[in-house]
């Protein structure tokens, strides 16, 4: 059987055929990675053997980080018995892992790594590809809900030095300005950092009327409650993107968090498939997703195991053979491929999504729709209501 450019991967009759995850499952952000993982564990239990083979999930931690992404990556990269991989969660994981992912002919679709440059001209490594949408639609869209929407004039924007964070910041402040909007100030923060209080009160010098801060949990938290305590900020309204859905979010921001606006991917899938793969959460893990990136997982293991289907062969031997070129191709081949978030088409840059975006309210320690498809729906309440004492 003729060799492929990046090798072949056999499996015997009767051996398991092995996929591996990276995503975030430890640490503050754990429900971002778990919400991925178990919609990875619901496509492989709803497809069955693939190929002819079981599936094994080979599951690691991506630590939504830089040094986890890499130690990961490595780590999976020396198994060449691993076909491909479903993560990772982070762009700032995703950023070195894809190279070292390239350099072993695996290819890796990520289910919530959004930042620009993953799939930009120029940047773009040919390992990956994304389910997730592009957070050049997301910052776009959060930029014109507080343009004409909110109605709001004047903006400041942190990050956390992130790719995700401070991509997403920079598209956010650029369509803002674009629109006829200010950024007053565009500061950033470092992971693990505790005491916000320094770079609110400058923010606070310029008078914003919104602060967009899509970093993750735990630094979300805590520039969330330290805003109200800055002067000149009691009031200013509060907003975040996806790396802040999950119930520990929510119980990091407390009383603060509430009014705020959280954009990210719209869940408001149509059709049973979603409805099915609910009703099997809640099953199989006893409550409801736990952020926002599991169907875009479900899809993306989907996405391989149809790829897989395609290519695979039999040889002489009876052993399956799968090639690592021919299977990136068929992955960027994807065309219409019907998922629970929508019709997936993937470019030669790797971005698959069908790419739909929401604008929540943090409501009642609740993550409500409020702005779906361009329109605002149902009830907004106030978006930055004085603390007592303030």
Same mark, same amino acid.
């Given at each position: 059987?003729?060799?492929?450019p990046l ?5 015997a009759?009767?051996? @398991? ?8 499952i430890?640490g ?7 919400d991925?993982q178990?919609g ?5 239990d709803?497809?069955g053997p ?12 991506d ?13 999976i990269?020396?198994?060449d018995s ?5 993560g ?8 070195p892992?894809? @190279? ?8 890796m ?12 001209e120029?940047?773009?490594v ?5 389910t997730?949408?592009?957070d050049?639609v997301q ?7 507080v343009?004409d929407?909110?109605?709001l004039?004047k ?5 956390d030095?992130? @790719?995700?964070?401070?991509?997403l910041?920079q598209?956010?402040?650029?369509v ?7 950024i ?12 916000m209080?320094p770079v609110l009160?400058?923010?606070a010098?310029?008078?914003?009327e919104?602060?967009?801060y ?6 979300g938290g805590?520039?969330t409650?330290?805003a109200k305590?800055?002067s000149?900020l009691?009031?200013?309204?509060l907003?975040?993107a ?10 990091a ?6 009014g705020?606006?959280i ?15 609910l009703?099997?959460h809640?099953e199989?893990?006893?409550?409801p997703p ?10 993306a293991?989907?996405?391989i ?7 695979a062969?039999t ?5 399956t ?7 990136r191709?068929?992955l ?5 491929l019907?998922?629970i978030t929508?019709?997936?088409t ?7 999504a ?6 929540n ?7 409500? @729709?409020?702005y779906q ?10 978006a ?6 303030h």
């Amino acid at each position: 059987m003729a060799e492929d450019p990046l090798g072949n991967v056999v499996i015997a009759a009767g051996d @398991p055929l092995k996929i591996a995850s990276s995503l975030v499952i430890a640490g503050p952000n754990i429900q971002l990675g778990v919400d991925s993982q178990r919609g990875v564990e619901i496509a492989i239990d709803d497809r069955g053997p693939v190929a002819g083979h079981e599936v094994e999930l080979v599951a690691e931690d991506d630590g939504c980080s830089a040094e986890g992404g890499q130690t990961s990556a490595t780590k999976i990269a020396s198994d060449d018995s691993i076909v491909a991989v479903i993560g990772h969660s982070c762009s700032s994981s995703c950023t070195p892992a894809a @190279p070292i992912y390239n350099d072993a002919g695996l290819t890796m679709i990520s289910p919530s790594c959004t930042a620009p440059a993953l799939t930009g001209e120029g940047t773009h490594v040919d390992s990956l590809l994304r389910t997730a949408h592009n957070d050049n639609v997301q910052g776009r869209l959060m930029a014109e809900f507080v343009y004409d929407e909110l109605g709001l004039r004047k903006a400041a924007t942190i990050h956390d030095g992130s @790719p995700y964070a401070e991509q997403l910041q920079q598209v956010f402040a650029d369509v803002f300005v674009e629109l006829g909007g200010e950024i007053t100030a565009q500061e950033a923060v470092n992971v693990g950092d505790t005491d916000m209080r320094p770079v609110l009160t400058s923010i606070a010098t310029g008078e914003p009327e919104i602060i967009y801060y899509p970093i993750f949990t735990a630094e979300g938290g805590f520039v969330t409650t330290q805003a109200k305590e800055i002067s000149g900020l009691e009031n200013t309204v509060l907003a975040g993107a996806d790396g802040m859905i999950s119930n520990n979010f929510l119980a990091a921001a407390g009383e603060a968090g509430e009014g705020m606006y959280i954009s990210g991917p719209d869940l408001a899938f149509t059709g049973g498939k979603y409805e099915a793969f609910l009703a099997t959460h809640q099953e199989k893990y006893g409550e409801p997703p736990t952020s926002a990136f599991h169907a875009h997982a479900y899809d993306a293991t989907n996405m391989i195991f149809d790829a897989i289907e395609q290519v695979a062969k039999t040889d002489a031997d009876g052993n399956t053979v799968i090639g690592r070129q021919a299977l990136r191709d068929a992955l960027y081949a994807t065309s219409g491929l019907d998922g629970i978030t929508g019709n997936l088409t993937c470019n030669e840059l790797g971005d698959c999504a069908d790419p739909k975006i929401a604008v929540n309210q943090i409501q009642a320690g609740a993550y409500v @729709p409020i702005y779906q498809g361009g329109e605002v729906i149902g009830e907004v309440a106030a978006a930055a209501p004085p603390r007592a004492g303030h």
